[in-house]
């Protein structure tokens, strides 16, 4: 080595270098190393820019060669050392298994002696320190250093990436043989601005480093990662394609996370190789600047190290982030649902059990919630320590954490309505307390919250701790509140979602009322509440499929759940105005709402039993509720691990409870088959709510809440209160449903007709119509339910008026009659079978104060009107000036027939009995044919509706006292039951024919009044069009004739314009109007007209004949 | 007495005038004449007939009174217009016949004396009683105090004549 010392042979000594060492000198020298360096500088080499040599390759092997001779010179002992030591290194080199060791390194770790002298020497010798020397000297030192932590090229290797790493550069012996050289060159390196100052190209060691990671990890590692994805990559991409179409069941499930599991790890493994590769030569790095620090005076350069270092690492830490896969992500998240799933108590879909269990926070020593906890930290660490902690994964981990907290709130609670306390059905209509009470929350509003502190927030501190160290507390106290109030929000969505079916199943599902009035704390979510639950409404209720009763059911259930929720009424004035404009289209509300209100007691009883057994089973009942205690908690709408359930006992309550719950829950069912037995066909309901003492009381008009100074509970009304808004005291179910029925006065005249109907079928107990009349006075007062006093009181006297009637009549025969004003329908019990004796009851309702009831004209048998004519004179004795008019279709007969072979006694209407009355032949002989008659002698005889006849045949068909002849339009009596068999056929098809038949009858005598109205509106009609077109205008367009009739009739004009145009067209041809150019005008009677004018002229005539005179 | 039935017309004016302004007596108003129609309609007396004016105004009647027969108005009928005030029932309201009619207690532009269209007025009254007096009036008419001396003269004297004015006088108003 020393005859290459001269620098005349510089030349030469290149050539020389050059092909010996072709490129691969250049290996260790990294890219980054300015290459056109020497052609700048004009050095002594400076004629030899133009050849095509690499600059830096160059320019290394040259200095090297002078600071040789320098140090020959100079400290020859000290070069000396060193040279042999690194001889002895050389030596060594071809073992080496790194496949950038190879001869090259040899040469220049020969050549490489250098720097630590010249380091030394410069000082003493600054006038060799050229700026080409100082070049060398950096160039040398930089080979020294980047050979010492350059990475090695594995691309080769596989998953043993990880160990071969360290033995590349973690060679013990070369450690310590090279350690000082390499500490030497690091602080040239480091130091090269200040220690060369004129070697112009010097570079950053840990930007190189950096950089030479980046390219490492781009070439390397990031095909090692996609092949860890690819190892699993079809697998995953089969089932990508698979979850897309058919959802694999369980088993293959946990597979998948198995194998997601080991994705994510094999790529943390892989990762933690290169990156213990890449630290080791930063940690390299560090050392020496840390030597560096000791030996400067400044201590600046360790602050500057460790900025270095954390740069460095927070480089690659977003290097690796950034350049995470989106598979590996998916992977990670797959296994962190898992995760975390299992630690907070979320059965995941993939879980094994083939049914949904219910989410619920594991307990402290659920093993499998342990484990997966465990796992989740060491995963958690070893993702953080690979750099893949950063951003996406914080992203990531808060998509996770917040479907989790949907999945819990939506799993555990969905169905889960069970009242916190046991209140009963009448004791919740009780709470009268305006201020609603958050105070007593419920016990999924408890549960959820210690889920929320001690599981979801635990988890998160676990987790953002571990991948934010730098940060003092990633999860704050107040973050747990946000948590909280995140997750009431949840729950709040998830009880408006189903409000509808909590309305269905009150009253037990008060709990989930509970829920809401506490969630429900700001206008926006009342308005979501209330927009849902119209949409729930629309599509689930107010359509044509469900009945009448049903709504009003709901309805009532609405009422009275939402007056539990806002004891305001506001959210409830929101809700039904669609309701009650749905029900204003049911003609039969009304009907339903006053026979419910009329159900007898014992419907009433059948009602609160089924209610009671209802209620049984899902609330323990107020009273045994303190004795029941434990068993109740196994019905607990959830098991909160901290405070309800500790010990053995709760072992095993996880499947079994959950499957129970499961079962008693209700499930969203369509309306038809509501709570209230199916068996009740009436508004029950109703009256139940009539007869509870609470219901009835009415609020004061004058009592002002918000002067009352006393109270306490006094808050103030709410925001979304409108205008006329007024605080209502009580739930006033039944003022409220009235109310929605229209006028009071609709919902009175209803309750009068009904109850008219009601009187006259049952003569003689109308204790509970007096009792709800009663009820309904208080609510309603007395005048306005006057007519129906009147009613009742008209049974009342007539049975004393019957009574003395029949006594006075069997003292004397005749009376003396009087006409008089009372109309009168009359009640016939008809004794048809036998001729003298029977015996004539009658009804006497004063007309004015009965709703319409229409006389029926048809002929009753000769003995019953002799009968009602010597009533009529008994009544017209007993009341002087009152005269009874007889509506003989009203009454009810009991009639007896004695047949050939039986009697029959059956009790009818008096149409009916008039019927069968028709088919006795007085003259008849005991052996005669039976009687036998057609509809139509029927009519002619009777001169009743044809349908009533009908109807009255069929009747009788039915009770097998007549029997149809086989030409069809004739009856007869059947005297024997001669053919009892087909007989019984014939009764079944009348039997039918009459369930038929009685579903219609009610609807026929209606349809006969509302003829007999409609012909009264008609006429009631012309006389108003008839009124204007005398007075208002001799003739109108029939537009106006419609708009003014809208406009003055004080019921309304219900008519359309053609209606109305019929209407008119029907007079035009009766010749009572005429048209005249689009206007009606009335036509006037001409002809007396021109009488008139001529007695006129008359007149006139006589007037000039007196002026003459 | 003579001036107060010669004021009492004009006084009425005003009396509606002032009261035509809208409001919760006016909405009362509308509503008892309403109820008063549906009265009429239901039950309507002979020879009167009375019904809102075609614009729809409820204020506003049209009636016709058919002359009641044995009286020199047998035969004719006659238009009048109402006008209610807004505080209708409590004030009266103020009657004219379109009608041109030949009347001791008619002048010449229809302004009718009749007291309980004046100061006997009262609530109990309607529209009904009120066409009912009307028509009364036109078979005895109270000739102490004449609107139209002539008339109430001839009334007296000379019944043909009479009758020969009320004929002459009376034309068919068809407004359109």
């Known amino acids: 080595m020393p005859a290459t010392v001269m620098s005349q042979w510089a030349q030469r000594r290149r050539r020389v270098f050059q092909s010996v060492f072709q490129t691969d000198v250049s290996q260790p020298t990294p890219h980054a190393t300015p290459c056109i360096r020497f052609p700048e500088q004009g050095q002594p080499f400076g004629g030899l820019a133009a050849p095509p040599y690499d600059g830096p390759r160059h320019g290394t092997v040259t200095a090297s060669a002078v600071f040789s001779q320098a140090a020959a010179a100079a400290t020859q002992e000290l070069l000396q050392g060193h040279h042999t030591h690194h001889h002895g290194h050389a030596l060594l080199d071809p073992q080496d298994p790194s496949p950038t060791a190879h001869s090259p390194t040899l040469s220049t770790s020969s050549l490489s002696t250098i720097p630590a002298p010249s380091q030394l020497a410069q000082p003493f010798f600054p006038s060799l320190a050229t700026a080409a020397d100082d070049q060398v000297a950096f160039d040398r030192a930089w080979h020294v250093v980047t050979a010492r932590i350059a990475l090695p090229a594995s691309a080769t290797a596989d998953d043993s990436f990880g160990t071969l790493a360290p033995d590349s550069q973690f060679l013990p012996h070369q450690n310590l043989s090279s350690d000082g050289e390499f500490y030497e060159a690091l602080a040239l390196v480091v130091q090269a601005r200040t220690v060369l100052p004129r070697a112009a190209h010097i570079e950053d060691i840990v930007a190189w480093h950096a950089q030479q990671v980046r390219a490492h990890f781009a070439q390397h590692v990031v095909p090692l990662l996609s092949g860890c994805l690819d190892g699993e990559g079809e697998d995953s991409g089969l089932d990508s394609v698979e979850s897309k179409g058919t959802r694999r069941k369980g088993g293959r499930k946990s597979h998948n996370y198995e194998r997601h599991m080991v994705i994510v790890m094999s790529s943390i493994r892989t990762l933690e190789a290169a990156l213990r590769l890449y630290f080791y030569g930063l940690g390299l790095l560090m050392r020496g600047f840390a030597r560096l620090a000791e030996s400067s005076v400044s201590d600046k350069a360790s602050v500057d190290a460790n900025l270095v270092a954390a740069r460095f690492r927070r480089d690659i830490h977003a290097l690796v982030g950034n350049s995470a896969s989106q598979q590996l992500m998916r992977s990670v998240s797959i296994v962190l649902v898992r995760l975390t799933g299992t630690i907070l108590g979320i059965p995941s879909e993939d879980d094994n059990s083939t049914e949904m269990a219910r989410p619920c926070p594991p307990t402290d020593d659920d093993l499998r919630a342990l484990a997966a906890r465990q796992r989740l930290h060491e995963l958690v660490d070893q993702l953080y320590n690979v750099g893949l902690g950063g951003e996406r994964f914080q992203v990531l981990f808060a998509e996770i954490m917040d479907s989790m907290m949907s999945k819990f709130v939506t799993g555990a609670y969905a169905g889960v309505w069970t009242a916190s306390n046991t209140r009963g059905f009448s004791t919740v209509t009780n709470t009268i307390s305006r201020a609603t009470n958050i105070s007593s929350t419920s016990t999924c509003i408890l549960s959820l919250g210690d889920w929320v502190e001690n599981h979801f927030a635990r988890l998160s501190f676990e987790v953002l701790s571990r991948i934010s160290p730098d940060s003092p507390s990633p999860v704050t106290l107040s973050d747990v509140k946000t948590y909280q109030s995140l997750a009431l929000g949840r729950l709040a969505a998830l009880r408006i979602s189903e409000l509808f079916d909590i309305v269905m199943a009150w009253p037990s599902s008060c709990g989930a009322i509970d829920d809401l009035r506490a969630t429900i704390t700001t206008t926006a979510r009342r308005l979501q509440l209330t927009g849902n639950f119209s949409r729930a409404l629309q599509t689930r209720l107010l359509h044509p499929g469900c009945s009448t009763l049903e709504i009003l059911r709901t309805y009532i259930a609405i009422i009275r759940t939402l007056h539990a929720l806002d004891h305001s009424k506001v959210l409830l004035g929101h809700v039904e105005s669609s309701l009650q404009l749905y029900l204003c289209q049911r003609d039969d509300a009304v009907r339903v709402v006053v026979t419910g209100l009329l159900a007898g007691p014992d419907e009433l009883r059948a009602a609160k039993k089924v209610n009671e057994s209802t209620k049984r089973p899902r609330e323990k009942g107020g009273k045994c509720g303190e004795v029941e205690a434990p068993n109740r908690r196994d019905v607990e709408p959830f098991r909160t691990p901290g405070t309800l359930s500790r010990g053995p006992r709760r072992r095993e309550m996880p499947q079994s409870t959950s499957r129970r719950r499961r079962d008693s829950t209700p499930e969203p069912q369509p309306v038809g088959e509501l709570r209230v037995g199916a068996s009740s066909t009436k508004l029950v309901e109703f009256a139940l709510l009539l007869n509870d003492p609470s219901q009835s009381r009415r609020t004061a008009p004058d009592d002002d809440g918000d002067l009352d100074w006393n109270d306490m509970t006094w808050v103030p009304d709410p925001v979304d209160a409108g205008a006329n808004y007024k605080r209502p005291k009580s739930e006033d179910v039944i003022g409220t449903l009235i109310s929605a029925l229209g006028s009071q006065d609709a919902f009175i005249k209803e309750f009068a007709s009904v109850l008219a109907d009601r009187l006259l079928v049952d003569p003689t107990r109308f204790d509970q119509e007096l009792r709800v009349l009663d009820l309904l006075k208080r609510r309603f007062g007395d005048a306005q339910l006057q007519n129906c006093d009147v009613m009742i009181k008209d049974v009342q006297d007539s049975r004393r008026v019957d009574a003395a009637i029949h006594r006075t009549r069997q003292r004397q025969d005749k009376q003396p009659t009087t006409p008089a004003t009372i109309e009168k329908p009359g009640k016939a019990a008809a004794d048809a079978a036998g001729e003298g004796e029977m015996q004539l009851h009658a009804r006497i309702l004063s007309r004015l104060f009965w709703p319409n009831l229409e006389r029926e004209h048809f002929i009753l048998p000769s003995t019953i009107v002799e009968e009602q004519k010597q009533y009529e004179h008994g009544y017209e004795s007993l009341k002087t000036g009152r005269k009874l008019t007889w509506l003989n279709q009203l009454g009810q007969a009991r009639v007896e027939l004695e047949l050939r072979d039986r009697s029959v006694t059956v009790d009818c209407t008096t149409a009916e009995a008039t019927v069968i009355y028709a088919f006795q032949d007085p003259d008849a002989k005991d052996d005669a044919p039976p009687a036998r008659r057609s509809v139509d002698d029927l009519y002619n005889q009777l001169q009743l509706d044809e349908d009533i006849i009908a109807a009255a045949l069929t009747f009788w068909t039915s009770k097998g006292v007549l029997r149809r002849l086989q030409s069809g339009d004739e009856y007869a009596v059947a005297e024997t039951l001669s053919q009892p068999t087909r007989d019984a056929t014939a009764q079944d098809e009348a039997e039918s024919i009459v369930q038929e038949d009685e579903r219609d009858s009610p609807r026929k005598p209606i349809s006969a009044a509302a003829n007999a109205k409609e012909q009264e509106r008609r006429a009631m009609y012309w006389q108003y069009i008839r009124g204007m077109l005398t007075n208002s205008s001799a003739s109108m367009p029939l537009f106006q004739m419609a708009m003014m009739l809208k406009m003055l009739m004080t019921d309304g004009f219900p008519w359309s314009n053609e209606e109305l145009q019929e209407f008119l067209g029907e007079k035009v041809a009766a010749g009572e109007l005429e048209v005249q150019g689009g206007k009606y005008k009335l036509i006037k009677n001409r002809k007396v007209r021109k009488d008139q004018w001529l007695a006129v002229h008359v007149i006139y005539g006589d007037k000039v004949l007196a002026n003459n005179k | ?176």
């Open chain 2, 1 to 176: 007495m003579e001036d107060d039935q010669n004021s009492a017309p004009g006084s009425v004016q005003a009396n509606k005038l002032g009261g035509a302004r809208k409001g919760a007596d006016g909405q009362n108003a509308a509503k008892r004449l309403q109820t008063e129609l549906m009265h009429l309609m239901t039950s309507p007396a002979p020879g009167i007939s009375a019904f809102p004016s075609a614009d729809g105004n409820l204020l506003k009647w049209r009636a016709t009174i058919e002359g009641p027969d044995d009286t020199p108005y047998a035969g004719l009928t006659f238009k009048l217009s109402f006008e209610f005030p807004s505080n209708y029932p409590y004030a009266p309201p103020t009657v004219l016949f379109l009608t041109p009619i030949y009347h001791p207690n008619v002048d010449f532009s229809g302004r009718i004396c009749l007291d309980i269209l004046k100061d006997k007025w009262t609530a109990a009254y309607n529209i009904q009683t009120v066409l009912l007096s009307l028509q009364s009036l036109l078979g005895e008419p109270n000739n102490a105090s004449p609107l139209n001396g002539e008339a109430a003269e001839l009334w007296e004297k000379d019944p043909t004549l009479f009758k020969t004015k009320v004929l002459e006088r009376h034309k068919d108003v068809d407004e359109d």
